[in-house]
């Protein structure tokens, strides 16, 4: 396909995410990073936690209504939620 293809997708989907009144979940943070917010509430720092944590976030009612997107750890990109996603 021609780069120009490439380009106008590119614009889209920025536009996309830069909807009026939405914005991008930023779950990026690195293990020790995501460690430090799950220690202020008492929870130790497992991989099934942090990914029970970012599966609260992503399973929030509504999201979809002022998120259009997500920034994710590499950690998160090979995990499925509870319920298989």
């Given at each position: 396909?021609?780069?120009?293809?490439?380009?106008?997708?590119?614009?889209?989907?920025?536009?996309?995410?830069?909807?009026?009144?939405?914005?991008?979940?930023?779950?990026?943070?690195?293990?020790?990073?995501?460690?430090?917010?799950?220690a202020g509430i008492g929870v130790e720092n497992t991989e099934d936690n942090r990914k029970a944590y970012r599966g609260m976030l992503f399973t929030t009612e509504g999201l979809g209504k002022y998120i259009s997107g997500a920034i994710l750890f590499e950690e998160t990109l090979y995990q499925n939620h509870q319920d298989g996603e």
């Open positions: 396909m021609a780069l120009n293809y490439y380009k106008n997708e590119l614009k889209e989907n920025a536009q996309l995410l830069a909807s009026k009144g939405k914005g991008i979940l930023a779950v990026d943070e690195s293990t020790k990073t995501v460690g430090k917010r799950l």
